[in-house]
């Protein structure tokens, strides 16, 4: 997952300034590069690995919009209102739950009718947000209070509004299995660890400089952090709770995903692309050049592509067999 408001205001920067080059790993290529015309300024993108259906979050526009893997194109457009930013999928339950940061609420949304079905109170600012697919709960955070959100997904309500440790979460990532939530904290460098079961946060990490995106691998309880303002990617072990290892990248990285079946891992930290990690090794493996600096990354578990945001031109691109 990956802090929009953090990453929406680095995007133009790093337009301008281009990517910084370190040649550590051979350009790569994907045998398809689709890319789907979605208009306005595309943020976040979720996909559900079960249906096929990718999610989009789009603030110039107060919409979700909803993209058909199968055919590659736009299958709806859901009207949603303010400026959503994160967003998650339940894949047991088929729900899509969406940030809006101006009203402080996360927005359920139904993915069998494309419609939203209620909207959460979650405190000023909610952000990120994942979820935690074994208890039907959801976890957002606000980048501008610190504060962490349960969400209860049976009766969509507002369970807790939990302080958090630091003035400013960006992002999170949770371990079901582990019952954890991950939380970047970009303004102390820190990741902050989030004990579900315990009901409180009970560990600080520090990574790299300003950690923006974080991403699971829920397998190993390995977690990898985007840090948007250092050429590299922190590798944390989940158990021990320390930073393991470093990746360099050839630019700033905002979001990462990672593929839970192969633990390959994939960052918009690649030369004006995506720059691709195998995750047991903390090897950077290639990088693969789409010509601009893309946002947010997300990974569709079945079948392995990647979807990438463009919020300068109003595209996500598909990304297969890379």
């Known amino acids: 997952m990956r802090g929009p408001e953090l990453s929406r205001r680095a995007l133009l920067t790093l337009a301008a300034a281009g990517a910084s080059a370190v040649a550590f790993a051979p350009a790569a290529r994907a045998e398809k590069v689709l890319v789907v015309e979605v208009g306005g300024a595309p943020e976040a993108v979720a996909v559900n690995s079960v249906t096929g259906f990718a999610y989009v979050s789009d603030p110039a526009t107060g919409t979700v919009v909803v993209i058909d893997s199968r055919s590659g194109t736009v299958g709806d457009v859901i009207p949603v209102g303010g400026e959503p ?8 339950t088929n729900r899509v739950y969406v940030t809006n940061p101006p009203g402080g609420t996360v927005l359920v949304i139904d993915g069998l009718v494309n419609e939203v079905v209620s909207v959460v109170p979650a405190g000023p600012g909610a952000s990120d947000v994942d979820v935690d697919e074994q208890a039907n709960r959801a976890y957002a955070v606000s980048d501008l209070t610190g504060t962490l959100a349960v969400v209860d997904g049976v009766g969509c309500r507002l369970l807790n509004l939990l302080p958090g440790p630091t003035r400013s979460l960006a992002s999170t990532a949770v371990d079901s299995g582990r019952k954890l939530a991950y939380c970047t904290s970009p303004d102390t460098d820190s990741l902050e660890v989030y004990d579900i079961g315990a009901g409180k946060f009970a560990a600080g990490i520090p990574v790299g400089r300003s950690p923006t995106g974080v991403a699971v691998h829920r397998p190993s309880g390995t977690v990898f952090v985007a840090n948007s303002a250092i050429h590299h990617l922190s590798v944390v072990d989940g158990g021990a709770r320390r930073e393991k290892a470093t990746v360099l990248l050839r630019s700033e990285s905002s979001a990462v995903a990672v593929h839970e079946g192969s633990n390959t891992v994939y960052a918009n930290g690649g030369p004006n692309g995506v720059a691709r990690i195998d995750g047991v090794t903390s090897l ?20 392995r592509t990647v979807y990438v945001t463009d919020p300068l031109r109003g595209r996500v691109s598909l990304i297969r067999d890379f």
């Open 85 to 92: 930013a994160g967003l998650a999928v339940d894949t047991v």
């Open 284 to 303: 950077l493996t290639g990088d693969l050049s789409l010509g601009v600096n893309p946002g947010a990354v997300a990974i569709d578990q079945r079948t």
